[in-house]
């Protein structure tokens, strides 16, 4: 088994980290309330809030390249 962490295992974040991941959740809660009073209930509205939750969930991801977000060793998590 290879020492690297899995792809599909969340990482762990450091204080600062989740302090950052905080504030993209409620970045992305801000947009999608926004847009949640713009836009018209519907198939284009559903697949806005899905590819939200996605964008949201890669930002939060992205967190994990930035060594000091990132719980243990202070080595990036990046995945290729």
Known sequence: MKDSPS??????????GQKRSAEIVEGFHHLQDTLGTICPDGRE?????????????FAIKSLANVPENVEGTGVSRRVA
Do not use: G, H, M, R
């Not at 792809?7 to 974040?13: G, K, N, Y």
């Open 45 to 57: 509205k559903a697949i806005v809030n899905t590819k939200l939750e996605e964008a949201a969930w």
């Open 7 to 16: 792809p599909f295992a969340p990482p762990q974040l450091t204080t600062l």
